[in-house]
Every structure is written in structure tokens, then in C-alpha cells.
């Protein structure tokens, strides 16, 4: 950060300003943030490619009805059979129903064709006949459209409230299915994600800070910021959901909310932990506050830099849940890297070094304690490097076996939630009795006029119960052709292929099928298209920005190897735990979305550490004891950032998505492997072994770099610049002579400069004396 920006920021007047400023955003944006939910999408077509078969169908259909219609099902169920009061009681509760308010019927709505109109069982055979009632008379359906466009989404869960009261038959089990009673299942099941996910969220990461200051005031100051970063993203998010075209849903919205709260801490933690150890130099918390945003700011732009623009990689993806992914997350990186390194500092400027009772840094002590077990991990490393990271590979890789009992798929709907909700045990009555949902069609446009010929060319194919919707006079042709199977199945996915394959094959239709079934099979295309193209894409962007930050090509190359390895790992240890806990599969974007995020989180650690091993290894020129300095001085920070993002992904674990439950203990298993295993362990032990050749083909490898010896007059001054307090230890060791083996010399000769003394051998490094 240039100087005038320092200055700004933590300046005795100007820090004021720098609040007053937060506190105008907090008031503007959020409003915004009560009106996230919204601008939210619950219709999977929303998201689809705009090439794909269901996106041409639906665009067709449109021309004939309305695109905001939710087909719905009742579905009463007696067990021993329903009887004839049953039978009168739901044909006499049709007209309450029709009158809700939200209920399309054809006299509402006399020029457009309603596909299903509301209909309902008779107890006659006329009523199975048109799928109404289960063969053996257990189970009857009334099927309906609700279009709630104009209104708040939440009104929806409010008709399923009233259909619940209205449609009670002593001894009849109700549940509202189909597409209206999913999409509110969907929506109370995503409830969770604004208000008990965040303080979930909120409560991991103030339980870790005072875990880690070990102070009852310090965690607080990270808390509002984070905070102030979330409600900021969200604003904006909200702002280009309506003016940008910005689509969201339910998945991007809660891992906007995880990654704020995750990332932001994390840049908290380096921030503060810098601050403490230059408030040990500094008299003045202003001037201390200044060298902190020098020193750990460009290793945290630089971090968040390249986890933005991995974010934006997704863009590229057909699917619009995930091209819409990474400008949220991007919104939500840069929302919280502004807030930690604007209004962080201008808090812990103002508050002073009280805010860290009951341990405050003083003046003319070294702040923040460096070496410990880190730097003995360091030696212990030195030893046998090789060894140590070819062991340790050996166990990443055998992790990576795991990868064998994946299954991505897509879950059908009793495979979604973790919880049953009323339409999952709707759909399940529905398949146990044989008994197809109505409200779920395999929906064929066609030419105008060509009705007929669609629906005989599909009865000749074998399908029973097509129907045609319109009468040869609209625009578009409209033919409906019963799905008795679960729209998300397998076996349904081969039902809309074959009925694609005959209809394309009517001469002069131009026909297009879409539906439920349809639109997730092309769904389930488009993905897997996106995972074999953002994947690579996005390992190329973030291997670029770790060839420029670190002036060198192989150390990059080493490093996202390392990060790769990592998320095989961590994907073949999740295998392994979803199998226990009984999960039929993974979704087609859990191996997408946790690639992502863990490249871009998982490198933001190696970018701490190998910022310090350059910033060390161009001020001596030995790589090798760089890299036990910078594991000394960044062990606890990162690592406690690592644990902090870790516990705020784990936090989807709440939610009763079965997808988000997945990708958050996949990318929590993840943070985990790539902090304390990967960076502490796989990284340096490659630093030690290799040495000055990983900065290939830079000045580093060849040993062309300025090494800037210590003054002798610098040997025991008070002051030494605290964050490069673990090369001072180290460079102390350095000078002390060999342990001797006869009487020890006498006091005057031990207290010599060390040029007196014996001179050490340069090739050695710590932990050889």
C-alpha cells in the first residue's frame, strides 16, 4: 500500500473519517440485505444454458403460458382405501381451493391453455382413468396451478399453510407435492441459510479468536468488521441482482455468507498479529498500525487477488448458478479485503492497546512470541526433508483412493434434503402406489396445428395418456405426456431422451421437449460440460498470478501441485465419510465448486508463507533457512486462519441440504489438509530439500541477489524490527561457537563481538549449531 493510503487510514484524524465512512455504508446497504431473499431464483430453468432444448422449449412456451406457473398436487391418502365421504369431501373442498388466492384455473385465465387444469378423483373408474387414483384406491390427487410472480415469495409457504388446514380429513394423510409444494419445501428448507447460518457463523469465529487472543475484548473488533464486510457484499450483491442482471439462489447466497465470515477473519488474523509484534517497536499505536499495513498488506491483497480472480473464472460456466458464483464470491472477497484493511485498523487505532487486555503488547518488548513449535517442526524437517515430503505425498496420494467410491449424480428428490419434508413424502406415496404426479409432465412444443401428430407418433412409441393441452388455435402446440418416475431419476433422464428422439423425428413439428425431467437432464449436461472446462481454466488463472507475485516458474508449478494433491485428498477422505453417513451420491457441482474454492482458499496460505521464504531469501540468499524463518513466523497465524475458515465452511453441515452438507465438509476437510499437512509439512520439507533451485529461473537460483549481512553494531541492539524476529533468533544461533568440550572460556572472552569469535560455516543452516 503506498504510503499517502497508510497515512489516510491510521492518521490520528483521518482514522475518524475512515469510521464515519463504514458507518454511511452500513446505513446505505443495509437496508438491502432484508431484500436479498427477493431477487433469489427458485426455478431451475432460471439457471439453464441459453443453447439447451428445455431454454428453447420454455421460450416457446412462453408465447402460451405463463412461465411463473407452479404446477401443484394434493395427495390424500387412506390406508385400507379411501371411501365415498372421502371421495365427497375433496370434491366439495375444490371450490375453496379454486378461490385461493394464487390459484390459476381456465376461467382465470380464459386465453392460455393450463396445463393440468384443476381436476380431482370422482371414486369412479372415469377418475383413474385420467391418473387421479391409485389402483387400489388408497391414494386420490387434485392437481393445480398457482402463479405467485406479483407477490412475496414467502407467499407461497403461506398457500401451503392453507391447503394443509383447508384439505383435513379425519383419518387422511394430506401432502402438497409437485412443483408448487417442492419449490415451498425448497424455500423453508433454505430459511435457515439468513438467520441461523450466520449466527452459526458468527459464533465458530468468536469462539476461535477468544481461543486465540486469549482476550474477552480483541475478538470483537474482527467480528463487526466482518460483519460490516458481509452486510456491504450483500448490498451490492443485491444491487446487481436487480440492475445488472446478477442471478442468485440459495447455494451461492450461503457460501457468500460462509466466505465472508471465513475470509475476512483470515485477513484479521495477519493484520492483528503484525500489529501486535509493531506495537512492540512503535511507542505511537498510529505509527505501529502504519508498519502493520506495510509489512502484511501486500502478501493479503496479493491473497485475496488471486482468490477473486479464481472466483471470476467460473464465469465462463453455461450453467448460471455457477457463472454466477464467482461474482458474488468475487463481490465478497473485495468487500471483506476493503473492510480488514480500512476500518480494522482505524478500530484498532482508536480503542489502543487496551483492546488487547489482558496481555498488552508493550513498548520495547519483542510483541508477538515467534518460534516455539513451529520452528522444532522446522527442525525436525531440516533433518531429513526429502524423506519428509516424499512420505508425506505417499499419504496424500493414498488418501486420494478414496476417490473411487464418489458417486456424482444427480439426487432425486428423496435424496436432496436430510430432512423429510411433506412433498418428499408425496412423491413417495405417489411412487409406492404407482401413481404418477400429474403435476410433472414431459411438456412437448411443437409447430401450431401439429398436436395430433405429436401425440400419435408418441402413442405409436408406446406411451400411454398423451395429451395434447392446446386446440390447434395458439401459437405454439402444446403436448403434455405423463412421467410416472421421479423427474431427477435416472430412469427419467432415459424417458426424455427417448421422447425427444421421436418427436424430433415428426415431420414439420420442430418439436422441443422440456418439463421437470428435461430441464435437470440438460442441467446435468451443462455441468459436467463446466467442471472439464472452469477446472483447468481456473488452474491456469491462479498459476499465472503465483508465477508473477513470486517471480519464478517452478516454485509455482510446485506449489499448485501441492494444492492439487490437496484436493484429491481431501475429496477421496469425503468419499469415504458420505459413504458412512449413508449419502446416495454427489451432486454433478460438488467436484466444481469444492476444486475451486479450495485452489483459490488453499493457495492463499502458500502465498503467506512463500511471500515470507522470498522476502527472507532475497535478504540472505539462503532459501533453506528462509524457509524455517517464515514457517516460525507464520505457523500460528496461518494456521489459526486455517482453522478459522475451516469451521465457518463447516457451518453448511447445519443446513438439511444434502449438497450443501458435502461441499462444506468437503472444503472444511480440505482447508484443513492444505494448512497443517500441506503448507506446514509438504512445502517446507520441498523448500529445504531443493533450496535456492525453486525460484527458477529467477536471480534466487542463480545466487544473484544483494544478501544484506547484520551490522556488528547492530548485535544487540534493543530494538530489532519485530516481524523478522524469528531470522534474528535464528541469526543469534547462527553466531553462537560450537559447544566446547573443555572448561568454558572465561566471561570477558564470551562477551566479545562475533567477529572475534569463530566464523560459522555459510552452508550451514539452523538448527546445525
Not at 254 to 280: C, H, K, M, P, Q
Request: with cysteine; net charge negative; hydrophobic share 45%.
Amino acid at each position: 500500500m503506498s504510503e499517502r493510503i497508510v497515512s489516510a487510514i491510521t492518521g490520528p484524524v483521518t482514522k475518524w473519517v475512515v469510521l464515519g465512512f463504514w458507518l454511511v455504508m452500513l446505513v446505505l446497504m443495509g437496508p438491502l440485505t432484508g431484500k436479498l431473499g427477493d431477487v433469489e431464483s427458485h426455478d431451475n430453468s432460471d439457471w439453464l444454458p441459453a443453447n439447451a432444448e428445455s431454454t428453447q422449449a420454455i421460450d416457446e412456451l412462453a408465447k402460451v403460458q405463463d412461465p411463473d406457473d407452479l404446477t401443484t398436487t394434493i395427495v390424500y391418502h387412506r390406508e385400507g382405501g379411501l371411501t365415498k365421504s372421502d371421495y365427497t369431501a375433496i370434491v366439495l373442498q375444490i371450490p375453496e381451493i379454486a378461490s385461493l388466492d394464487g390459484v390459476v384455473t381456465q376461467e382465470s385465465k380464459p386465453d392460455q391453455p393450463v396445463m393440468p387444469a384443476i381436476a380431482y378423483p370422482t371414486g369412479e373408474k372415469k377418475g383413474q382413468k385420467h391418473g387421479l387414483v391409485s389402483a387400489d384406491g388408497e391414494v386420490a390427487t387434485v392437481s393445480l396451478v398457482v402463479n405467485y410472480a406479483d407477490e412475496d415469495p414467502t407467499a407461497l409457504l403461506e398457500l401451503r399453510d392453507d391447503l394443509v388446514e383447508m384439505t383435513k380429513i379425519d383419518g387422511v394423510d394430506v401432502y402438497i407435492g409437485g412443483a408448487g409444494g417442492s419449490t415451498a419445501d425448497q424455500m423453508e428448507a433454505g430459511a435457515g441459510i439468513g438467520g441461523a447460518l450466520l449466527y452459526a457463523a458468527a459464533g465458530v469465529v468468536i469462539v476461535i479468536l477468544l481461543i486465540t487472543y486469549r482476550s474477552p475484548v480483541l475478538w470483537f473488533l474482527p467480528l463487526v468488521s466482518v460483519l460490516v464486510a458481509l452486510v456491504v457484499s450483500m448490498g451490492v450483491v443485491y444491487l446487481c441482482a436487480m440492475y445488472a442482471g446478477l442471478t442468485l439462489n440459495q447455494m451461492n447466497r450461503a457460501i457468500l455468507d460462509v466466505l465472508v465470515f471465513g475470509a475476512g477473519t483470515d485477513y484479521a488474523l495477519l493484520l492483528i498479529a503484525r500489529y501486535r509484534e509493531e506495537l512492540g517497536r512503535h511507542e505511537d499505536r498510529h505509527k505501529a498500525m502504519a508498519a502493520a499495513l506495510r509489512g502484511s498488506a501486500p502478501a493479503i491483497i496479493a491473497s485475496a487477488g488471486t482468490v477473486t480472480v479464481g472466483m471470476l473464472g467460473l464465469m465462463v460456466a453455461t450453467m448460471g448458478s455457477t457463472a454466477s458464483l464467482g461474482p458474488v464470491c468475487a463481490i465478497g472477497i473485495v468487500a471483506g479485503l476493503v473492510v480488514m484493511l480500512t476500518l480494522l485498523p482505524a478500530l484498532l487505532v482508536i480503542t489502543g492497546r487496551w483492546v488487547f487486555w489482558p496481555v498488552k503488547p508493550a513498548y520495547g518488548t519483542s510483541g508477538e512470541k515467534s518460534g516455539g513449535i513451529w520452528a522444532r517442526l522446522g527442525d525436525w524437517i531440516r533433518k531429513r526433508p526429502r524423506a519428509v515430503w516424499i512420505g508425506t505425498a505417499a499419504v496424500l496420494l493414498a488418501c486420494c483412493g478414496g476417490l473411487s467410491m464418489l458417486k456424482i449424480t444427480t439426487l432425486d428428490s428423496s435424496e436432496t434434503y436430510t430432512k423429510d419434508f411433506p412433498s418428499l413424502i408425496g412423491d413417495r406415496v405417489l411412487e409406492e402406489h404407482d401413481l404418477g404426479d400429474p403435476s410433472n409432465p414431459i411438456q412437448v412444443v411443437s409447430a401450431p396445428g401439429t398436436e395430433k401428430d405429436v401425440v400419435e407418433a408418441l402413442t405409436k412409441a408406446g406411451y400411454e395418456g398423451v395429451t395434447p393441452v392446446t386446440d390447434g388455435t395458439h401459437e405454439v402446440a402444446l403436448t403434455a405426456v405423463p412421467l410416472a418416475t421421479d423427474p431427477m431419476s435416472k430412469a427419467s433422464f432415459d424417458t426424455v431422451e427417448d421422447v425427444r428422439g421421436v418427436v424430433h423425428a415428426v415431420d414439420g413439428a420442430d418439436a422441443l421437449a422440456t418439463g421437470t425431467a428435461a430441464i435437470q437432464l440438460d442441467m446435468a449436461s451443462a455441468t459436467d460440460r463446466d467442471t472439464k472446462v472452469v477446472m483447468p481454466l481456473v488452474l491456469g488463472l491462479v498459476l499465472i498470478i503465483l508465477m508473477i507475485l513470486l517471480r519464478s516458474v517452478l516454485s509455482p508449478l510446485l506449489l499448485m501441485a501441492t494444492v492439487v494433491l490437496s484436493f484429491g485428498a481431501a475429496l477421496g477422505l469425503s468419499a469415504i465419510i458420505f459413504d458412512a453417513m449413508g449419502f446416495a451420491g454427489q451432486g454433478r457441482e460438488f467436484p466444481l465448486f469444492v476444486f475451486v474454492f479450495l485452489v483459490a482458499l488453499g493457495i492463499d496460505y502458500n502465498i503467506f508463507l512463500m511471500h515470507r521464504v522470498r522476502e527472507e531469501a532475497v535478504e540472505h540468499g539462503d532459501t533453506r533457512r528462509a524457509s524455517l524463518v517464515a514457517l516460525s513466523a507464520t505457523g500460528g497465524v496461518i494456521t489459526s486462519a486455517g482453522v478459522v475458515l475451516a469451521a465457518t465452511f463447516a457451518v453448511l453441515t447445519t443446513l438439511p441440504h444434502v449438497s450443501f452438507i458435502e461441499i462444506g465438509l468437503a472444503i472444511a476437510l480440505g482447508v484443513l489438509l492444505d494448512t497443517l499437512v500441506v503448507r506446514s509439512v509438504l512445502v517446507t520439507a520441498i523448500n529445504l530439500d531443493l533450496g535456492d533451485v525453486i525460484w527458477w529461473p529467477s536471480r534466487l537460483a542463480r545466487g544473484r541477489t544483494k544478501i544484506r549481512s547484520p551490522h556488528p553494531a547492530a548485535v544487540g541492539r534493543p530494538m530489532a524490527p519485530a516481524y523478522h524476529q524469528p531470522r534474528q533468533q535464528i541469526d543469534h544461533q547462527l553466531r553462537q561457537p560450537p559447544p566446547m568440550r573443555g572448561p568454558r572460556p572465561p566471561q570477558d572472552l564470551r562477551g566479545q563481538p562475533p567477529q572475534q569469535r569463530r566464523p560459522r560455516d555459510p552452508g550451514r543452516y539452523p538448527g546445525q549449531y
